[in-house]
């Protein structure tokens, strides 16, 4: 049982660059979401999805857009990468949105742009 | 603004202590936490949650403990071993049906 997958775990970007995050949860879990993790800072979440089909903001969705592709993936893409959208970004999911329930995280991506 | 803080940015205990890490929420509303460890390199992994209706939950060597009075919730680790080190998030949610809210994390260093 994997889990939570992230792909790529390692990315170095040039400014301007896009690319797209990928992310697959094998628990049936109906909601996925996407964090960025800066030194320092906590846990920021950039968007999520609360059932299939559906989308939402979190709080820093600037410079990024998600596609719920099915119950299963959920990605995340950057159109042109800024300095600035270096950090470490997190896929979760958890059973349901908004419940008594922990969210299950992947392992990271780490992106650079220079 | 940040409503999910911790005292301490860093501890550091013995092997075989326990250990207590901090964090203090501003929202009196909020209804579920969670404590989270994240060993460097790896995402967060859930360690132990507790609602807002209790003031005590006990896992395997874990416990929290909520004051709702003053808006704390507590981490104990009981007999602190060096697998213990990594940063551990509080997080908590305002109300049902929202994301949670994480806070910035204390680094746990465990000597032996």
């Known amino acids: 049982n994997a889990g939570v997958t992230q792909t790529p775990k390692f990315q170095v970007l040039k400014t301007g660059q896009s690319m797209t995050l990928q992310c697959a949860q094998d628990?049936?879990?109906?909601?996925m979401y996407w964090y960025r993790q800066d030194p320092g800072m906590g846990l920021r979440l950039i968007y999520y999805s609360a059932s299939e089909g559906t989308t939402d903001k979190g709080e820093v969705p600037n410079g990024y857009n998600v596609s719920r592709l099915n119950k299963r993936e959920f990605s995340l893409r950057l159109e042109s990468a800024a300095p600035s959208q270096t950090s470490v970004y997190f896929c979760a999911s958890s059973e349901y949105w908004g419940g008594n329930t922990e969210a299950f995280f992947g392992q990271g991506t780490r992106l650079t742009v220079v | 603004g940040e409503s999910v803080g911790l005292h301490l940015p860093t501890l550091s205990v013995q092997e075989g202590d326990n250990s207590i890490i901090n964090c203090a929420y501003s929202?009196?509303?909020?209804?579920?936490f969670i404590w989270y460890k994240q060993e460097s390199g790896k995402g967060p992994q859930f360690i132990i949650d507790?609602?807002?209706?209790?003031d005590k939950r006990q896992g395997q060597r874990v416990t929290v403990l909520l004051n709702k009075t003053v808006k704390h919730l507590s981490l104990q680790i009981a007999a602190t071993q060096p697998g213990d080190s990594a940063v551990y998030f509080c997080?908590?949610?305002?109300?049902?049906?929202?994301?949670?809210?994480f806070g910035k994390g204390t680094t746990l260093s465990v000597s032996s």
């Open positions: 997080a908590e949610r305002h109300q049902a049906g929202t994301a949670l809210i």
């Open positions: 929202n009196s509303a909020s209804d579920y």
């Open positions: 507790i609602r807002s209706n209790m």
């Open positions: 628990m049936n879990h109906n909601s």
